[in-house]
């Protein structure tokens, strides 16, 4: 099993930065992707961000840019750094590992309000 957890999140003005960590524990060697989603309210969850386990990255469009998703792995913590923030990144933010296993373990989430 993984466990995952976010934190980081807070209330931002637009155009500020915040950086939100995602703590691994457990089978960490068994995670082949980590990723970000986000989902605001009333609306379904999206993928942000992902980065192998070689180190690649991949973004949503709409955070192209404006995000950046890295890995620690002494800490064994997964980071994104969220820069010029709009109120439309408002958010929980969720990261989850996808495990050589095929199964998929979440964390809780971290709220994220960019708003003046």
């Known amino acids: 099993q993984v466990q995952l957890v976010e934190s980081g999140g807070g209330l931002v003005q637009p155009g500020g930065s915040l950086r939100l960590s995602c703590a691994t524990s457990?089978?960490?060697?068994?995670?082949?992707?980590m990723n970000w989603y986000r989902q605001a309210p009333g609306k379904e969850r999206h993928l942000v961000a992902t980065?192998?386990?070689?180190?690649?990255?991949n973004y949503a469009d709409s955070v192209k840019g404006r995000f950046t998703i890295s890995r620690d792995n002494a800490k064994n913590t997964v980071y994104l750094q969220m820069k010029s923030l709009k109120p439309e990144d408002t958010a929980v933010y969720y990261c989850?590992?996808?495990?050589?296993w095929g199964v998929g373990y979440w964390g809780k989430g971290t709220l994220v309000t960019v708003s003046s």
């Open positions: 989850k590992a996808d495990t050589s």
């Open positions: 457990g089978s960490i060697s068994r995670i082949n992707v």
């Open positions: 980065i192998t386990s070689g180190g690649s990255t």
